[in-house]
């Protein structure tokens, strides 16, 4: 069974983060290793407070798994701050697996999930990004546009390949109409992931099960497009069979 490292912050619910990761990996045959970046306070309704863990904590933790256990690949998600990001850069250098970046910044509704300085962030992990996988939002913080269509897409994902990205997928889920288009540029080659928008109430952790998926694929041998692609599939299966566990959001896994 490969096995994928999972980096992320703890979400209680179980929704996102860590523990979503986790049950994506088990969904895909991978078996999970994992280093929390930050607890956080959050029910099904939001994220109330963030405490990021010690940066030579989350150093040492990483850096004690890499020297023992080899993994297949990597996903980053929440990295609470900066100098957590540029701990993470450092400590994967142990690994030439494959690393998925989540670059979530904020919670779609609530606190912060990166205090600060995103630049810092994005100069520290791009480079060790074999994907960086921003939503619109995430896309225009990252590049300093707005995006509107899948030229803008296109462009986002160009401008985050020049910045040391080996590819980018920029996420068109919050795109206007019935569709949920994705740009995937891998190097030059440029791929449309499209697939119909699924109708769903307050849903939690999508960007979490979709970066987990990919990379569970990847640690699987798929290749970057074929990884995507399932993931893509699979996250929109979840969308349809979303599971209300509390008051507010439902969760996928
Ligand atoms: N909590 C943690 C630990 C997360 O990693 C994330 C997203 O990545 C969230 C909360 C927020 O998830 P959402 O924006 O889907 O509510």
């Excluded at 088990?26 to 994992?34: C, F, K, N, S």
Aim: include cysteine.
């Amino acid at each position: 069974m490969p096995t994928l490292l999972v980096i992320s912050g703890l979400d209680p619910t179980g929704g996102a983060g860590l523990l979503a990761d986790a049950r994506v990996a088990a969904e895909h045959q991978v078996r999970a290793v994992g280093v929390i970046t930050a607890s956080t306070v959050q029910d099904t309704s939001g994220v109330r407070s963030v405490l990021p863990l010690p940066a030579e904590h989350v150093g040492e933790a990483l850096a004690a798994l890499l020297g023992d256990v080899e993994v297949d690949a990597v996903k980053i998600g929440m990295l609470g701050d900066v100098r957590i990001a540029q701990v993470i850069a450092r400590a994967l250098a142990a690994t030439s697996a494959p690393v998925v970046w989540d670059p979530v910044f904020q919670a779609s509704r609530g606190a912060a999930l990166l205090e600060g300085d995103i630049e810092g962030a994005a100069a520290a992990l791009l480079p060790e990004a074999r994907l960086v996988t921003p939503n619109l939002e995430e896309a225009g913080r990252l590049t300093g546009r707005t995006l509107a269509s899948l030229e803008d897409m296109r462009a986002a994902a160009e401008a985050l390949v020049g910045r040391g990205a080996a590819a980018a997928l920029i996420k068109g889920g919050h795109l206007p109409g019935d569709r949920s288009p994705d740009v995937l540029l891998d190097g030059k080659t440029a791929t449309v992931l499209d697939a119909s928008r699924v109708a769903t109430g307050p849903v939690h952790g999508t960007g979490c099960v979709l970066s987990s998926a990919i990379a569970a694929r990847l640690a699987h041998g798929d290749t970057l497009v074929e990884a995507a692609r399932a993931a893509k599939h699979y996250l929109w299966q979840k969308l349809a069979t979303a599971i209300a566990i509390g008051r507010g959001a439902r969760c996928l896994v």
